[in-house]
């Protein structure tokens, strides 16, 4: 039994102001916090990651500032917070996809997956889309646990086999 899509527009009815408890609200600030600086160190790791990757330097300051902007475009979307899509940047990137159209371009996808009836996981070969990744996290092993061991010293290789 498949169930019917359900439309954008009914995320916004989640949201009803009167159920919330507001004395408890100074309560979360601290886990609030904590997220911000989670995110934000996650966000740096994911910056200078990709940069070893690429081997040249990224614009931490302008990287961090568009994760921010966007994390806040997402959170009065009724969104989640989130960082760099690590794979799918480093697989545009060894394809040799240089432009922000590429970015755009998975923007409007996105955007016409949320607003679209379509349900696209029943329409979608899954197959495919598995097997993308595992090619990806394949590559990604072997590149982080073959081509590496040359290049480490056998005790941080050790850390790294381990971890």
Known sequence: EEM???PVTDLFRLIDFS???WRLVSKCVATW???VFVVSFASCLDVAAISMDMGEALDTNKELATVGVCNFMSGCTIGFTGSYIFS???FTYRTGCRSKWVGIFIMIM???VVVSK???LSVLPLFFLGATLIFIGYDLLYEWLWEVREKLLLTEYLVLVAT
Request: glycine fraction near 6%; proline fraction near 11%; charge should be neutral.
């Open 4 to 6: 019917p899509p359900v």
């Open 19 to 21: 159920l919330v408890h």
């Open 33 to 35: 916090v904590g997220m």
């Open 88 to 90: 799918q940047t480093i």
């Open 110 to 112: 996105f955007v016409s």
């Open 118 to 120: 379509v349900n696209f």
